[in-house]
């Protein structure tokens, strides 16, 4: 790919490398739910809703996080790769959302009771696991789960010397961007929760990026942080 | 794996904190023992880390591209459990399954899968490109069978050095396109083209920020937290993956990278020297034949 990744300072679609895209909040949007949560960045958009807690079907054990990781089908276009279900990396994504979220959760305030998390990836324009770790906080949120903190989430890359935060499609699969690196912090302490990053071939990662690039997630996490708080003092003042 | 008891997990726990020692008597940052045994065949290997034992062997044979892809030859990983490994594989592999289904895919072989692909595959350690032969026709396909013979901990790094090792001590035949379209193989042999080793690190995150390395089985069910760091020599990090409730801050993560780049450095310097120390074995005798390939392929499956 040979497009420009920074023109004079500003990225493809107008926006400064440190700054988030628009972000959209919408609680309560699948009324089947104990709570539903979209959460839209830019043209990402990620559906999470949640059934429970409910009753264990082994009652002897405590009780589970499940998390259904799924892409609807027309959330890409083109020549861009189709998700499926139950491939490897929606597979890893599960098994990382159910230990992350553990962390954060107040199981024992449901003893035997699980929680389901369904995601539902209804656009995919970059950073959507971001968008989902995001999704679901909001709709444990909703669902009234007792949480320790807000698990938020926001993705970085790397381009000539200067972080990106909150990188787009076309970023991400540019092979000059070291992309993408995703983290999970917690919203208060700031404490990092969830963490990946896997080379794609392009330029590679050094510990000194590291330091800038992780700094730089994180500043995106806190922006993230400030609007989700908001958007849910909003819902829940009306 | 391991369930422990109350009294157990405590005592792991205090003597970490306490005393900053563990059941083996390492300290927080010591990693086991690493030792390599070739067999006289070319690419199969036996890594011990500790007490775990991983065998690894690959098996290359020609094969057709995929239509969509027709330069990309084939690399796959596969992980195999015995249950002389651990008594808990045993449960996990099930007394009723077909021989057909005899490979067991469970959480953690399709980690290690998962996490071999990524290092090697992904990052490009072995080019899927330089595998192919004649485009659309003829490629290598490269398969990686890891057995795991006993799991005493830290199943991920002794499967990396295993996988790394067979890769780089497997020689497969130059190859010569006949005017007919026909594949010859040349008497000569050539190794993969590696471009670097890539080395995963473990590390175990312990409640109050405590971080022990190359964790022991006993100690991987007390872990709050797993950080897995892809390195190479030159300190470029291929994948870094924090997975599991434990929370951390970032100048902790940077502690991690920096031990992570010495002992990869060290595990890369054993590495050369067993490779060089096994470098007269013979290599195996290649037929055209893709068919016996197969075959052999398949008795590994279903034994």
């Not at chain 2, 997975?243 to 890369?268: H, N, P, Q």
């Amino acid at each position: 790919m040979t497009e420009e990744i920074l023109f004079y300072g500003f990225r493809q679609d107008g926006r400064r490398p440190g700054e988030l895209r628009q972000i959209k909040i919408k609680l309560g949007v699948v009324d089947n739910s104990s709570g539903s949560a979209l959460f839209q960045i830019g043209h990402t958009s990620v559906l999470a809703f949640i059934h429970g807690p409910k009753q264990t079907k082994h009652e002897k054990e405590s009780g589970h996080i499940h998390c259904y990781f799924n892409t609807a089908y027309f959330s890409s276009s083109g020549e861009r790769r189709k998700f499926s279900k139950g491939d490897k990396k929606s597979n890893e994504f599960e098994a990382n959302v159910r230990t992350m979220f553990e962390s954060v959760v107040l199981m024992e305030n449901n003893p035997h009771s699980d929680i389901d998390i369904h995601v539902l990836v209804l656009a995919d324009d970059g950073s959507v696991e971001c968008a989902a770790i995001n999704a679901i906080t909001l709709s444990l949120i909703h669902a009234g789960v007792p949480l320790k903190d807000f698990l938020v989430s926001c993705s970085s890359g790397f381009y000539s010397g200067m972080p990106l935060i909150d990188l787009t499609y076309s970023e991400s699969t540019s092979f000059q961007v070291i992309s993408e690196y995703r983290v999970a912090v917690l919203g208060k302490s700031l404490q990092i929760a969830y963490l990946n990053y896997d080379d794609i071939g392009g330029h590679k990662l050094t510990p000194e990026v590291v330091r800038e690039i992780t700094a730089m997630a994180i500043e995106g996490c806190k922006q993230v942080h400030f609007i989700m708080k908001q958007e849910l003092q909003n819902a829940c003042s009306n | 794996m391991e369930d422990l008891s109350t009294n157990e997990r405590n005592f792991i726990l205090l003597a970490i904190k306490e005393s900053k020692q563990r059941l083996d008597g390492r300290g927080l940052y010591d990693y086991r023992r690493l030792s390599v045994q070739f067999h006289n065949k070319r690419g199969s290997c036996e890594v011990a880390l500790g007490d775990t034992l991983v065998y690894a062997c690959v098996n290359a044979f020609i094969d057709k591209p995929y239509a969509d892809r027709p330069h990309e030859g084939f690399f796959t990983f596969t992980v195999n459990f015995l249950p002389m490994a651990h008594p808990n594989f045993e449960q996990i592999l099930g007394s009723t399954l077909s021989n057909k289904n005899r490979r067991i895919r469970n959480e953690i072989s399709q980690e290690i899968e998962r996490l071999l692909e990524k290092t090697l595959k992904r990052a490009n350690a072995l080019n899927v490109e330089s595998l192919c032969i004649y485009s659309g026709k003829y490629a290598w396909n490269i398969q990686v069978h890891l057995h795991i013979l006993s799991h005493n901990g830290n199943l991920l790094d002794a499967c990396t050095i295993a996988a790394l090792l067979s890769l780089s001590h497997t020689r497969i035949p130059e190859t010569k396109i006949l005017p007919s379209g026909d594949l010859q193989f040349l008497p000569k042999y050539k190794p993969l083209s590696l471009h670097f080793l890539p080395i995963c690190i473990t590390f175990g995150f312990l409640s109050d920020g405590i971080i022990i390395l190359d964790p022991l089985i006993k100690e991987e069910s007390v872990l709050e937290g797993r950080l897995m760091i892809s390195m190479n020599i030159y300190g470029d990090i291929l994948t870094l993956q924090k997975t599991g409730a434990a929370c951390v801050g970032a100048s902790l993560l940077m502690e991690c990278i920096e031990v992570a780049r010495l002992k990869v450095k060290d595990i890369t310097k054993s590495i050369r020297t067993a490779l060089e120390a096994a470098k007269d074995i013979e290599p195996e005798q290649f037929e055209i034949n893709a068919e016996r390939a197969d075959r052999l392929v398949e008795d590994l499956i279903s034994n």
